[in-house]
Structure formats: structure tokens, C-alpha cells
């Protein structure tokens, strides 16, 4: 099915643990951005990109990083696992700008999200 | 202040009932979103809109931009509805960010 796959599901960390989360979206989109929900709060944007090659910092981007070199795949990557790391990690991805009025009504495609606790 | 205030955070109707949830914004912006997060978690874009109305199927948006206001509302609520709707907006100046509410927790009972 086409899509934004997230993987994994859930994972539990140690403090000082490094890891990585895998997106990978097959709909040819540009936009790709990486978002964390903490309970009670709104999504807030970790990186986005705009296409393959490039990337940028969002609201919340300290503590990780992330690469796309290519269109389909946008990994985030946790360097030494924080306990205020623990969240709902979602990938998502666009083929239009965000800000384009020119849209039908799913501008935004989520994966299902990654459950991730640090211990 | 957040910029993005959703009203009510939480909601709990009958089967059939009218919804409202509404969504007010402190920042200019180019678009808002409305989104849905069902129960197990997954995120579902609704709307898209920076004027006027949208429709489809039982759920309607409305925007009025001079007055920094949105509002979702369900027709004829059915309990498959009951999940968080997330209103989220970018500011004329935010690139790439949306900025989000912290959803309205919509119950709807049979």
C-alpha cells in the first residue's frame, strides 16, 4: 500500500543509547518532516526537508539529526538517548508546499507513528 | 500564550448530534490544517484551507481569516468519529512549520 512506513513501532532505550528511525514514503513526495507528540501537547517539527539532499532544523532539532539521500527515505537519528527523548515520534511527507493553497484534502501523509521510551 | 488554541479540549456527544471544535490562532498565516488522530494513533490529514469553506462527507471547515478563527464541525456524529482533531497552522513566515494545537478529544457515544 502506498504510503509513509515508520519503523519500528516501539523501542526502548538505555540512557547514552544511540538509534535510528526509519521512514520511508513510495508516493514520490519532497517534503518530508519528522514530528514528536508528547502527551498533552502539540505536534512540534524536529528536521524537515525539501527534497533529496537537503534538510533543515525545525523548532525541537537538538539531539538528533537526520540525512535523505534520496526521495524516498528520511531517517532520524538519536545520538545519546535523553530520558526527555521519550515520545510519538511521526514521520510524515507532502507533495506540496505547506503553505500551497492549491491542494486537494490530504496534503499531509503520517506514518503510524514510533513509541519510543529511554530508561 | 500558544498560538494555536483548540476549544473544546475535550467532547463527549450523542450519536447524531451536531459537533463543533474550534480552533483560534494568534499569528498571520498562509494555510491551516485540520487533522485527525484516531484512537490507535494514526494521523489522517482532513482539510486544507486558507479561505472560505470546505467540505467532505459529513465534516465541513471554515476559515475567517480577520478574525484568526476555524471551525470543524460533524453532521450526523456517528462513534467511528470519537478521535483527537488537531487544528495546525503556518505562519506567513514559517517555511516548512506547522504550528499545532493540542487536539480536542471527541467522544461520541451510540
Known amino acids: 500500500n502506498a504510503g509513509v512506513t515508520q519503523t519500528p513501532k516501539f523501542r526502548i532505550l538505555k540512557i547514552g543509547q544511540s538509534m535510528t528511525l526509519q521512514c520511508a514514503q513510495d508516493?514520490?513526495?519532497?517534503?518530508m518532516y519528522w514530528y514528536r507528540q508528547d502527551p498533552g501537547m502539540g505536534l512540534k517539527l524536529i528536521y524537515y526537508?525539501?527534497?533529496?539532499?537537503?534538510?533543515d532544523k525545525g523548532e525541537v532539532p537538538n539531539g538528533y539529526n537526520v540525512s535523505r539521500s534520496t526521495t524516498e527515505d528520511f531517517p532520524l537519528r538519536l545520538e545519546l538517548a535523553a530520558p526527555s527523548q521519550t515520545s510519538v515520534y511521526f514521520c510524515?511527507?507532502?507533495?506540496?508546499?505547506?503553505?500551497?493553497?492549491?491542494?486537494?484534502?490530504?496534503?499531509?501523509?503520517f506514518g503510524a507513528g514510533s513509541r519510543l521510551t529511554v530508561l | 500564550k500558544n498560538e494555536v488554541e483548540q476549544s473544546p479540549q475535550n467532547l463527549t456527544a450523542q450519536e447524531g448530534e451536531f459537533i463543533t471544535i474550534n480552533c483560534s490562532y494568534s499569528v498571520g498565516i498562509s494555510a491551516l490544517h485540520w487533522l485527525q488522530q484516531h484512537p490507535g494513533g494514526g494521523i489522517v490529514s482532513l482539510f486544507m484551507l486558507s479561505s472560505g469553506k470546505k467540505k467532505h462527507g459529513r465534516l465541513i471547515a471554515t476559515i475567517n481569516i480577520q478574525e484568526k478563527h476555524s471551525s470543524l464541525h460533524i453532521t450526523a456524529s456517528h462513534p467511528r468519529d470519537s478521535a483527537v482533531y488537531i487544528c495546525?497552522?503556518?505562519?506567513?513566515?514559517?517555511?516548512?512549520?506547522?504550528?499545532f494545537g493540542q487536539g480536542t478529544r471527541l467522544t461520541i457515544n451510540p
Open positions: 495546525a497552522v503556518r505562519s506567513i513566515q514559517g517555511a516548512q512549520k506547522l504550528v
Open positions: 508516493m514520490n513526495h519532497n517534503y
Open positions: 510524515a511527507s507532502s507533495s506540496h508546499n505547506l503553505g500551497s493553497w492549491d491542494s486537494g484534502a490530504n496534503v499531509l501523509t
Open positions: 526537508s525539501v527534497g533529496a539532499g537537503i534538510t
